[in-house]
């Protein structure tokens, strides 16, 4: 199983990026990328279109453009977000524009053609995983994960999967959380099953 993990919380060590280690715990045996977007330099997406015309990968060079190859490579991407003011941080919300990208060249021509549909490039059965901490109760952002699950499977990953972390405020909270290790432990199972636990 190859996986791309990326962290996005300015607090490396924080309820998110440790959220996403107790997933990675569960997947000892996988090919693992890890990216920290505070290391990278880089920029969101600048609205080019040449992913779309001309070109089959995004045409801006930089630090994002390995995390971009790696996720197209691997079976397994993790994400792991802090949600500010109701949306993942701004840093992961840059990188998730590039997505875009994900999309087939004849995207357009296709829907001139009359195909309702968002072809892509990424070949199918790959896995999304979402990592997400907040501060409010759980059942508060299903909205965040109805449109981030649609955008994600419009991008072109078969599956998406949301490990929600839950009244998490200060950087330490998670490590009182035995139930979020469990989840994590859950997911990685769904994943080992889903791949194999070795490549
Ligand atoms: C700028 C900022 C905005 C935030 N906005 C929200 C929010 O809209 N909803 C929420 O539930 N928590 C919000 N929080 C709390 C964080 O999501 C929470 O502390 C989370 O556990 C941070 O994850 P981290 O430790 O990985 O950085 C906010 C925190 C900051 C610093």
Request: aromatic share 8%; net charge neutral; glycine share 6%.
């Amino acid at each position: 199983m190859k996986i791309v993990c990326v962290t996005s919380s300015p607090r490396r060590d924080g309820n998110s990026a440790t959220l996403a280690g107790m997933l990675l715990e569960g997947l000892p045996d996988a090919e693992l990328r890890r990216y920290h977007l505070w290391d990278l330099q880089f920029q969101g997406c600048r609205g080019c279109m040449a992913c779309r015309k001309t070109s089959d990968a995004c045409v801006a060079r930089d630090d994002a453009t390995p995390v971009l190859e790696d996720i197209v490579r691997a079976d397994v991407t993790v994400l792991a977000a802090p949600i500010y003011l109701h949306a993942v941080n701004g840093e992961m919300k840059s990188l998730m524009d590039r997505f875009f990208s994900f999309m087939a060249t004849d995207h357009f021509k296709r829907l001139a053609a009359g195909e309702m549909y968002f072809p892509t490039r990424l070949s199918q059965g790959k896995t999304i995983v979402l990592v997400l901490a907040h501060g409010r109760p759980a059942d508060f952002y299903h909205f965040l994960d109805a449109s981030l699950r649609d955008i994600m499977l419009d991008k072109g990953f078969s599956e998406v999967e949301i490990l929600r972390g839950n009244l998490l405020n200060s950087a330490r909270d998670i490590h009182a959380r035995e139930d979020l290790r469990e989840k994590a432990r859950e997911l990685a199972a769904t994943l080992r099953a889903r791949y194999g636990a070795t490549a």
